[in-house]
């Protein structure tokens, strides 16, 4: 117990010093402090000040060796520790030093447990690969390790990606996209889906392949519509193709759509079913672009003259109803419930509904 005691008080001597020497700015003391209390002290207390270290070396006039040689101790300590071999190989790469970087992941790698903790370190050491122009051959065979063991690795892949489309690698470039987007596809990862079908179906367009940029567009969608790939794949159909399948894309579009792009889109798709004779498909669109878009004056003109030519006047009361209470003139929403009242009284049989409308309209002008 005393031999206990006597070691807590070394410990917070040598914990003391360390921090008396930063303070008073001499790191290079500090760090002989901090590596001497590394054989006793606890990991917490250690790694805090540790902490402190590599802040005021990374200062102006700071000494990153300094840092790096003490994460060096503390890494020979503990080489699974990640609060050691990550912030050194970050001053390795601020050094330039990256055989320092090479030599923690030929040390460590095996002896770290979890996979993302492999690959942070692997990804760490690529980016310091890359950044020089004779070893990027090595960065490429490091990121494919990382993409081997987690295959949706973000950074990875956008870290290989980027450097082989710099380097004009159009087939690897596309082997990596098309390993991407099956591999989300395989998943069934929506997030992942979308991004990486743009990307490869992008890249497959400029490669002069738009069939099999269309291929992907659509596989994707079969995943969940989103607007982008939708117009991905309406921006890559010809004059010739067909027009019921542009026009059921659009629609499928209009139903991700708000707001006034929503407004215009259902009155050009109205125009496109009209051509195709699909009365259906008119009331159809301009009801979804009315619900998103009830400001549209066209749109509430198109369904009042769809619902009189079809004889629907249920519908055209309610589009009048619907009208009035999206309508801020008081005027302008007294006129719309006088109609649809007309509408109920003559068209629809039902005084009463007509009455009830016409005393909503008398609340805004009694007179």
């Not at 206990?4 to 360390?18: E, N, P, S, W």
């Not at 979308?194 to 291929?215: V, Y």
């Not at 195709?276 to 998103?292: F, I, M, Q, S, T």
Request: hydrophobic content about 40%.
């Amino acid at each position: 117990t005393q031999s206990r005691g006597l070691g807590d008080v070394y410990k917070r001597q040598l914990l003391g010093l360390a921090n008396m020497r930063m303070d008073t700015g001499d790191l290079a003391d500090a760090v002989n402090w901090l590596s001497e209390a590394v054989g006793v002290a606890q990991d917490a207390e250690v790694f805090t000040l540790s902490r402190r270290v590599a802040e005021l070396a990374a200062a102006p006039g700071g000494d990153l060796t300094l840092a790096a040689k003490l994460y060096e101790r503390l890494l020979e300590r503990d080489p699974t520790e990640r609060e050691a071999w990550e912030p050194l190989a970050e001053l390795y790469g601020k050094l330039g030093d990256i055989e320092g970087q090479e030599r923690i992941v030929g040390e460590t790698l095996d002896c770290i447990q979890y996979p993302q903790d492999r690959n942070a370190l692997r990804v760490m050491l690529a980016r310091a690969l890359l950044n020089v122009s004779e070893r990027a051959e090595d960065a490429v065979f490091v990121l494919n390790d990382v993409i081997a063991e987690d295959p949706v690795h973000e950074q990875a892949q956008s870290l290989l990606a980027d450097f082989l489309e710099r380097n004009d690698r159009t087939e690897e470039l596309l082997e990596l996209l098309r390993r991407q987007f099956d591999v989300a596809i395989e998943r069934g990862d929506q997030p992942a889906i979308k991004p990486a079908a743009l990307r490869l179906g992008s890249r497959l367009s400029s490669d002069d392949q738009p069939d099999e940029a269309l291929r992907v567009f659509r596989s994707a969608l079969d995943h969940g519509d989103d607007a982008d790939l939708l117009r991905a794949v309406l921006a890559r159909l010809d004059d010739e193709h067909d027009p019921g399948d542009r026009a059921a894309l659009l629609e499928r579009l209009l139903t991700v759509e708000q707001g006034e792009t929503a407004g215009q889109l259902a009155l050009d798709l109205a125009e496109l079913y009209q051509s195709l004779g699909d009365e259906d498909g008119v009331l159809r669109v301009l009801k979804l672009g009315y619900e998103r878009d009830p400001a549209n004056g066209s749109l509430r003109d198109g369904l009042e003259r769809s619902y009189r030519e079809r004889g629907d006047f249920s519908g055209l009361a309610r589009t009048l109803i619907d009208a009035a209470e999206h309508q801020e003139d008081p005027a302008g929403k007294i006129a719309l419930l006088r109609e649809a009242a007309a509408v109920h009284r003559d068209q629809l049989s039902d005084p009463a509904s007509a009455a009830a409308l016409l005393r909503q309209a008398s609340t805004l002008d009694p007179d």
